[in-house]
């Protein structure tokens, strides 16, 4: 609306100087209208009408074009109004005029080259026969009221025939001209757009909209050197959108494509108009934010970007929750330089997403030394699996009636050559970011289906699958792999999802559930009652088990909140018919509170700790011993 405003207003400007134009136009006929009453062509009275109606017309034109009124009308420039106002203002002046009428003609040329870029062949002939018709009327008028005027009246008509003859080729001529002029405005527009096409390309990223890296780059050295120069600060924030990947894997590129263009309008909707909002490739967004009046203000900018990224995006009837994790870097303090200051706002960006995502962080020098500690870790994770580092520990679990352990989960480790045995918090995100969670996921799982299939065949192991593996196009398939290969009883198999892996698409995960069912393994839902899912959903999925999470168990059985929590999931879990699993149990008095409220099975410290196939295979030994030794005691007691 302001471009809208600022444009008129340029337009504007070149009517009213074209308007000035025609007014020095007006004062040469007024010089000469002077001249001719000095030299007794006219009379004085009807010079000073002429006079008195040149000005009067001109200054009702200035009041129109200064006030804004001619834009009312279909040719705002009002260049057919003032070149019939000149025609009919010289036809007044022919007519008081007593010598030299014939030479006054000559007036009206000068007349039609004002119109003459302006109005097409068609209207400057219709100005011609205004012309004519009108100087015929002056004639006529001159032999009935002023015959005294007129010394040679077949030389007045003479002058109308020269007029006659030449009025329409001159018309012609300008029309040519302004359908030249039209076509050079035409090509040099089509230039123009080239141009601003080519530029674009250059400058734009094509999904977004927004300034692309090469752009953003330029624009940020250019800031820089301003910056250095006028000694004032500068903050870059790179914008990473939170697992993005799970959106172009699920519900495919186009919809992926629409997200990253509301995103980025709606990061750009956040910052001031002279800053630069740039998406930098992928899922990664940069703003440049010049002149920082405090750092208060970065704060506020980070969060409001965070706030709007956190609205619900509804895109092709669907409702998604997205966020972002932001890095922040000022300049001087954090780099003098782009390639510093870019890598460091990237390192303060990766810290916001080690600390849980959706938040924003500010680089600090320390951050740069976790980030050389990252790289080396991605890295090594890459050939972890060909190393023989990888480890899958095993936790029980126990039935919560009779104490005997049903089977157990596997759980991941790293044996890492430097840093030890590393738990799954150190590396797991890490995985998932850069893709290496996918064959690491599969080697899991066969290594516990293979594990599994080699003990007596009565106990079941439950293996976790990441937000990746579970919309991993070959999972079936993986599965299905790892059961053959195995030889384990698909019955036995446990494959554990969360809410928020499975709310991201319902629909879609519904199906792959349905298709995993049916290959005959159970599925249960991890971290129960953390996430965001409704019993309208939960219903619909083929879940056979719901596991507590343990920050409702750690409590148990004296916090009165996480007492009516955990009633409730057994509650429901039983109305739908599924087993239910505590997490995190670790004390005698909240394995009973589980065993009074009906739960199944439970794992935890109580029992035992995540072990060693050996240490657990040990466990099941011993736990075989005492009941075949309480079996025999109660068999003599019969």
Not at 473 to 493: I, K, M, N, Q
Not at 597 to 604: D, F, K, N, R, V
Request: aromatic content about 8%.
């Amino acid at each position: 609306m302001e471009q809208r405003s600022v444009r008129t207003e340029e337009k504007q400007a070149i009517r009213l100087h074209r308007y000035t134009l025609g007014l020095y136009s007006y004062s040469l006929a007024l010089a000469l209208l002077g001249t001719a009453d000095a030299l007794g062509f006219i009379h004085t009275p009807a010079a000073v009408t002429i006079a008195i109606a040149c000005i009067a017309a001109n200054t009702a034109l200035f009041v129109l074009f200064r006030s804004g009124f001619n834009l009312r009308f279909a040719d705002p420039s009002l260049t057919k109004l003032q070149v019939y106002l000149g025609i009919t203002l010289l036809m007044l002046s022919l007519y008081h005029v007593d010598v030299g009428r014939g030479i006054s003609l000559g007036l009206c040329f000068l007349v039609f080259l004002f119109g003459i870029f302006r109005l097409s062949t068609r209207e400057l002939m219709t100005l011609a026969l205004y012309t004519l018709a009108a100087y015929a009327l002056v004639i006529n008028l001159l032999m009935h009221w002023r015959p005294e005027s007129i010394q040679n009246v077949q030389q007045e008509w003479f002058n109308w025939a020269l007029l006659a003859l030449s009025l329409p080729w001159f018309s012609m001529i300008g029309g040519r001209i302004r359908e030249l002029r039209d076509r050079l405005r035409e090509r040099k527009q089509e230039l123009q757009d080239a141009i601003g096409t080519i530029q674009a390309m250059a400058t734009r990223d094509e999904v977004t909209g927004l300034f692309n890296r090469a752009f953003f780059t330029e624009s940020l050295g250019h800031a820089l050197a301003q910056a250095e120069r006028h000694e004032r600060s500068l903050a870059l924030l790179f914008i990473d959108v939170d697992r993005f990947k799970l959106i172009n894997d699920s519900l495919g590129h186009v919809v992926g494509d629409e997200a990253l263009r509301k995103i980025g309008a709606r990061i750009a909707g956040c910052v001031r108009g002279s800053d630069i909002v740039a998406r930098l490739g992928g899922d990664e967004f940069a703003a440049l934010i010049e002149s920082v009046a405090a750092p208060l203000a970065l704060h506020e900018v980070a969060q409001k970007i965070i706030e709007a990224v956190a609205r619900p995006l509804e895109l092709e009837q669907r409702e998604l929750a997205l966020s972002v994790s932001i890095g922040v870097a000022a300049m001087p303090d954090d780099g003098r330089d782009v390639q510093t200051l870019m890598r460091n706002a990237d390192i303060a960006m990766y810290r916001a997403k080690a600390h849980g995502r959706n938040r924003y962080s500010f680089y600090t020098r320390q951050m740069s030394e976790r980030a050389e500690e990252r790289l080396a870790l991605e890295a090594d994770l890459h050939r972890a699996a060909q190393r023989g580092e990888l480890r899958v520990l095993y936790q029980p679990k126990v039935g919560v009636a009779d104490g005997g352990i049903r089977g157990a989960e596997a759980l991941l480790r790293w044996q890492h050559p430097r840093l030890g045995l590393l738990a799954p918090d150190r590396f797991i995100d890490l995985a998932e970011e850069t893709g290496a969670i996918v064959p690491i996921g599969r080697w899991v799982l066969k290594e516990a289906c293979a594990r599994a299939a080699a003990w007596d065949g009565s106990y079941s192991i439950a293996v976790n699958l990441s937000a990746r593996q579970f919309s991993d196009p070959g999972l079936l398939a993986t599965v299905e792999e790892a059961l053959r290969e195995s030889g384990l009883d698909p019955a036995l198999l446990e494959l554990e999802i969360t809410e928020s892996m499975v709310m991201l698409e319902p629909e879609a995960a519904a199906q792959t559930m349905r298709k995993l069912r049916a290959l005959g393994t159970r599925l249960s839902m991890d971290d129960f009652g953390t996430g965001y899912s409704s019993l309208g959903y939960l219903k619909r999925f083929p879940i056979t088990t719901v596991k507590l999470d343990r920050s409702f168990v750690r409590d148990l059985p004296d916090h009165e909140d996480d007492v009516a929590i955990a009633r409730a999931v057994l509650a429901m879990a039983h109305s739908l018919r599924m087993d239910v699993t505590a997490e995190g149990v670790e004390t005698g008095e909240q394995l009973e509170f589980l065993r009074r409220e009906g739960c199944l099975a439970y794992q935890g410290y109580y029992c035992s700790p995540p072990v060693a196939e050996e240490q657990l295979l040990a466990l099941l030994e011993t736990m075989s011993t005492q009941r075949r030794r309480v079996r025999a005691i109660e068999s003599v007691g019969r």
